[in-house]
């Protein structure tokens, strides 16, 4: 059975720094809806052209194309070994077609970790990251540095800042989260499935919460 656990959390509350350590340790394939799209607009892919608008103001991308996309990627056989979704479901109506998406495959969500954190200190995140090239390696510049600044530690390519990571479009994409995706913590709570993890401690001690949090959730 496909075994899908979703991170939920507001942007910059590190929901894909712990994604790569989480995935690594429980065998699982990292999804990120943003890395998906973000490949898209690197090819310049059809959707890519019809994503870069709404990601580029920090809107959400309209629910068809975004859970098209993650439904052919659910559909891939390494996902298997289980899924750490990340960045999806982040409205309702996504929610609901992951529901249905799990269902044909013969899968369900296990765990739905939601990592929070203040507001103040998300701004202050997103401004220092810098992420990597090559493979999506993330990075703070006073939290979590590179051993060579602007150098990946894992495969050495180059480091980049977001686009999106400029102070307005941070502030639009948590008032986003605020009205479209918070109404999701309720959705999983009612269903048994919310575990909360608190986001505003070291990194290493985040993912320790995490990992406990994950293990006293009986579904996994
Ligand atoms: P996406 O890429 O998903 O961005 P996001 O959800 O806004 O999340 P972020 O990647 O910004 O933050 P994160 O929680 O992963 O934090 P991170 O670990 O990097 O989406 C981008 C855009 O794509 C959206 O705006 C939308 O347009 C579109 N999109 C994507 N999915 C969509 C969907 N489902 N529907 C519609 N549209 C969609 O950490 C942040 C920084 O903090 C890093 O520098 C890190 O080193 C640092 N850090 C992490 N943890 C800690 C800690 N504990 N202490 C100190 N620093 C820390």
């Not at 942007?11 to 394939?29: C, D, H, Y």
């Amino acid at each position: 059975m496909l075994k899908c656990i979703v991170l939920l959390g507001p942007p910059g509350a590190g929901k894909g720094t712990q994604a790569q350590v989480v995935a690594e340790k429980l065998g699982s394939v990292h999804i990120s809806s943003g890395d998906l799209f973000r490949e898209h607009l690197r090819n310049n892919s059809e959707l890519g052209q019809q994503a870069r608008s709404y990601i580029d103001c920090g809107e959400l991308v309209p629910d068809d194309l975004t859970i098209s996309m993650v439904r052919e990627r659910l559909s891939l056989e390494d996902c298997q070994s289980g899924a750490l979704l990340d960045g999806f479901p982040r409205t309702p109506a996504q929610a609901e077609a992951l529901a249905d998406v799990l269902e044909d495959l013969d899968g369900e969500v296990s765990s739905v970790p939601y990592i929070s954190v203040s507001t103040e200190v998300l701004i202050a995140r997103l401004s220092g990251r810098w992420t990597c090239k090559e493979a999506g390696h993330i990075y703070h510049e006073l939290h979590n540095p590179p051993k060579t600044a602007g150098i990946c530690d894992y495969d050495g390519s180059e480091l980049y800042q977001r686009e999106d990571d400029k102070v307005e479009t941070v502030k639009r994409r948590i008032q986003v989260y605020l009205n479209q995706t918070e109404p999701l913590i309720e959705y999983y709570r009612d269903r048994g499935l919310l575990v909360e993890v608190e986001g505003d401690q070291p990194i290493n001690e985040v993912t320790e919460s995490l990992f406990m949090a994950l293990n006293a959730s009986e579904n996994l």
